[in-house]
């Protein structure tokens, strides 16, 4: 099984930064894709970013003021969003496609969450 843990949500100010980050453990062999997404209160599930070995990707709410990055040495995903904006608050979920090693298959991940919450 693979375990995804969440960590450095919390309460920021409009136009204010935080760093989110994500630890991948278990039994890994690889991970190919990883990537945030959020869920506010009343909407649905939505795309942040994704990051795989070759490529970034980002909604459109977020970019330029999103970016991601991975240390794939630690298994690692990370989140830095700045000029936040009240509309960014959600919970932030991570998702990893992750290769394991027993049982030997392709599987997708979900984390916890972590709120995030932007207000003055």
């Known amino acids: 099984q693979v375990q995804l843990v969440e960590s450095g949500g919390g309460l920021v100010q409009p136009g204010g930064s935080l760093r989110l980050s994500c630890d991948a453990s278990?039994?890994?062999?690889?991970?190919?894709?990883m990537g945030w997404y959020r869920q506010a209160p009343g909407k649905q599930r939505e795309l942040v970013a994704t990051?795989?070995?070759?490529?970034?990707n980002y909604a459109d709410s977020v970019k330029g003021r999103f970016t991601i990055s991975r240390d794939n040495a630690k298994n690692t995903v990370f989140l830095q969003m700045n000029s936040l904006k009240p509309e960014d608050t959600a919970v932030y979920y991570c998702?990893?496609?992750?290769?394991?090693?027993?049982?030997?298959?392709?599987?997708?991940?979900w984390g916890q969450g972590t709120q995030v919450t932007v207000s003055s």
């Open positions: 998702n990893a496609d992750v290769l394991t090693l027993r049982p030997f298959r392709r599987d997708n991940y």
């Open positions: 278990g039994s890994i062999l690889n991970i190919n894709s």
């Open positions: 990051i795989s070995s070759s490529r970034t």
